[in-house]
Nanobody
């Protein structure tokens, strides 16, 4: 059974940092691209960042470029999202997801397994 479990969220002041983790099991982590999605209250889910299976390629939405970094440890079957200079508009439920192959997709329907999410709240 494929399992993805996020952790690392919390309440942080504007300008602060958090590092999210996504521990996975039940599938061959190192052959799948992975992504981080977020859903803010009243808004649709959006792909924030994605990374290919071998970490050679990554993607970020414009709103987080230069502030967020997606990485993965294929030995530990874990995906990470380091978030710096957090802003109130980054407040959302962050979820990790497994793509359908080694190359990431920008389309949510191409992600087949999802975690439950970890809440990130940026507020003073």
């Amino acid at each position: 059974q494929e399992k993805l479990v996020e952790s690392g969220g919390g309440l942080v002041q504007p300008g602060g940092s958090l590092k999210l983790s996504c521990a996975t099991s039940g599938f061959n982590f190192d052959i799948y691209a992975m992504g981080w999605f977020r859903r803010a209250p009243g808004k649709a889910s959006e792909l924030v960042a994605a990374i290919s299976s071998n970490a050679d390629n990554s993607y970020y939405i414009d709103a987080v470029k230069g502030r967020f970094t997606i990485t993965r440890d294929n030995d530990l079957n874990t995906l990470y999202l380091e978030m710096n200079d957090l802003r109130p508009e980054d407040t959302a439920l962050y979820s990790c997801a497994k793509s359908q192959g080694p190359l990431f997709s920008l389309a949510p329907h191409n992600y087949g397994a999802w975690g439950q999410g970890t809440q990130v709240t940026v507020s003073s």
